[in-house]
């Protein structure tokens, strides 16, 4: 691959969820980043990856640490999602955002996530301008009321039309009804 251009083009059209990193900085506040790379590795052990740039403030608070957590984001996130996703600006996650009842000792969880992930670090792995990290997981926490994913696609965080209905809607307004 040559072109960068290109490059970013392909992948506007790759849909993915929206994850949050979530980790405690230095004075014990709870921080989160928000990240798209993150996937399943494997079930047995059960375990993810995720990319983490290594200019990112995350890079070093979370390998240092050696331990985080993985909140999938509902449609209702968007804007932490955006918080915590924009260089230079501050990830604290917010009170309001979080779960009352979740374990002190872990990594932060927030109320309306889909379901969060508690990881130890197992692995790290270099590669250009990113970080892999190879995530254990401890334990899964499910939220046991259903909401839809924050999706990233075409640049922008939202909940993705099926294209089933984009294609009804087309014809219901070629057919003028
Ligand atoms: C939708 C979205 C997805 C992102 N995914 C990643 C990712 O997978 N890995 C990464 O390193 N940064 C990712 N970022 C960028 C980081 O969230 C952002 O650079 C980081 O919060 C900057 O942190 P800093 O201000 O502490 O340097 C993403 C940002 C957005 C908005």
């Known amino acids: 691959m040559s072109d960068p251009e290109l490059f970013r083009q392909a992948f506007r059209r790759h849909a993915t969820t929206v994850a ?13 980043m928000t990240a ?10 059960p375990s993810l990856l ?3 740039n290594r200019e990112t403030r995350a890079h ?12 999938l984001l509902a449609i209702s996130q968007r804007s932490i999602a955006y918080q915590c996703g924009t260089p230079g600006r501050d990830k604290l ?6 779960a009352r009842d979740a374990p002190a000792d872990g ?4 109320a309306q996530s889909l379901a969060h992930l508690e990881c130890t670090i197992d692995g790290s792995y270099d590669a250009y301008s990113h970080t892999i990290i190879v995530g254990l997981i ?14 990233y696609h075409g640049g922008v965080c939202g909940q993705r039309v099926p294209a089933a209905g984009r294609v009804e809607r087309f014809h219901w307004e070629i057919g003028g009804e």
């Open 20 to 32: 949050l990193l979530t980790y405690r900085n230095d004075d014990g506040a709870p921080v989160g």
């Open 36 to 45: 798209t790379s993150m996937c399943s590795l494997s079930a047995d052990p």
């Open 50 to 52: 995720a990319c983490i």
């Open 60 to 71: 070093p608070e979370i390998l240092g640490k050696g331990a985080f957590g993985v909140d």
């Open 93 to 98: 996650i917010r009170p309001a955002w979080l």
């Open 107 to 110: 990594s932060p969880r927030l």
């Open 138 to 151: 401890r334990s899964v926490w499910l939220n046991p009321v259903e909401a839809p994913p924050l999706l």
